[in-house]
């Protein structure tokens, strides 16, 4: 009878030894990772520190202690739906809904438009494939305009200038504002000479090319009478 209920007792120590090592089983990966833009605040690296979480670039694989039966994610996320920061370790609750890591909240309020987001997980390190950082959205970049001198059918500089640098008012006065620019006259054909153009030309000149024929009866004596002159005195 002794050696059967030292055999018993062996049993049920076996059994409870089993039993608690069994809890001792799970494993979480503790780590940090941060968005490059952030600065970790100085109380959250510290705490990150307490909780042997020293390199945030790598990671560690921790026993959990009893009672926490998984692990979990928490994800501080801003408004596009990114990671600020990340945080993995075990489950000190059995929640779905609710993040355990309640002294992270500080460090991700929505008024600083951060909102947090806890993943639960069971099972052993089942945690190991969340620890790096999620992007969901990239803001599209805002476009500019060309400034370069462009061909037809598209914009130039000026236009592009007037558009963007100055306002309305301006541009409307300087549109009802009048031309100071003097216009220049059309210059005259130069067409060439014909034999029409010629005779119009000389039937329009103020002197004529040859003596009329009224003028000839008194200028004959004249003439006679300065080369009888000339005659004599020869």
Same mark, same amino acid.
């Given at each position: 009878?002794?050696?059967?209920?030292?055999?018993?007792?062996?049993? *049920?120590? =076996?059994?409870? =030894?089993?039993?608690?090592?069994?809890?001792?089983?799970? #494993?979480?990966?503790?780590?940090?990772?941060?968005?490059?833009?952030?600065? $970790?605040?100085? !109380?959250?690296?510290?705490?990150? #520190?307490?909780?042997?979480? =020293?390199?945030?670039?790598?990671?560690?694989?921790?026993?959990?202690?009893? %009672? @926490?039966? %998984?692990?979990?994610?928490?994800?501080? !996320?801003?408004?596009? %739906?990114?990671?600020?920061?990340?945080? #993995? /370790?075990?489950?000190?609750?059995?929640?779905?809904?609710?993040?355990?890591?309640?002294?992270?909240?500080?460090?991700?309020?929505? &008024?600083?438009?951060?909102? +947090?987001?806890?993943?639960?997980?069971? %099972?052993?390190?089942? @945690?190991? @494939?969340?620890?790096?950082? +999620?992007?969901?959205?990239? $803001?599209?970049?805002?476009?500019?305009?060309?400034?370069?001198?462009?061909?037809?059918?598209?914009?130039?500089? &000026? +236009?592009?200038?007037?558009?963007?640098? &100055?306002?309305?008012?301006?541009?409307?006065?300087?549109? =009802?504002?009048?031309?100071?620019?003097?216009?220049?006259?059309?210059?005259?054909? !130069?067409?060439? !000479?014909?034999? &029409?153009?010629?005779?119009? @030309?000389?039937?329009?000149? $103020?002197? $004529?090319?040859?003596?009329?024929?009224?003028?000839?009866? *008194?200028?004959?004596?004249?003439?006679?009478?300065?080369?009888?002159?000339?005659?004599?005195? /020869?």
């Amino acid at each position: 009878m002794a050696s059967q209920s030292l055999v018993l007792v062996q049993l *049920f120590c =076996l059994v409870m =030894l089993a039993r608690h090592s069994a809890c001792w089983i799970n #494993n979480c990966i503790h780590a940090f990772r941060h968005n490059k833009s952030y600065t $970790p605040d100085p !109380k959250l690296k510290k705490m990150m #520190n307490e909780w042997q979480i =020293l390199d945030f670039t790598s990671k560690y694989d921790f026993q959990c202690l009893i %009672g @926490n039966v %998984g692990c979990q994610t928490y994800r501080c !996320k801003n408004e596009f %739906g990114n990671d600020i920061f990340v945080v #993995n /370790g075990c489950a000190t609750k059995h929640e779905h809904l609710k993040c355990v890591y309640d002294k992270l909240d500080p460090f991700c309020l929505p &008024e600083d438009k951060r909102y +947090e987001h806890c993943e639960y997980c069971e %099972g052993t390190r089942c @945690n190991s @494939n969340k620890i790096e950082l +999620e992007t969901l959205y990239l $803001p599209k970049t805002v476009g500019t305009k060309s400034t370069t001198r462009s061909t037809k059918g598209t914009t130039t500089t &000026e +236009e592009l200038d007037n558009e963007t640098d &100055e306002p309305e008012s301006t541009k409307h006065s300087k549109k =009802l504002a009048p031309s100071t620019k003097r216009t220049r006259r059309p210059r005259a054909s !130069k067409r060439p !000479k014909t034999p &029409e153009t010629t005779a119009t @030309n000389a039937a329009a000149a $103020p002197y $004529p090319s040859a003596m009329p024929a009224v003028l000839l009866p *008194f200028c004959l004596p004249l003439f006679f009478r300065h080369l009888t002159v000339n005659v004599f005195d /020869g």
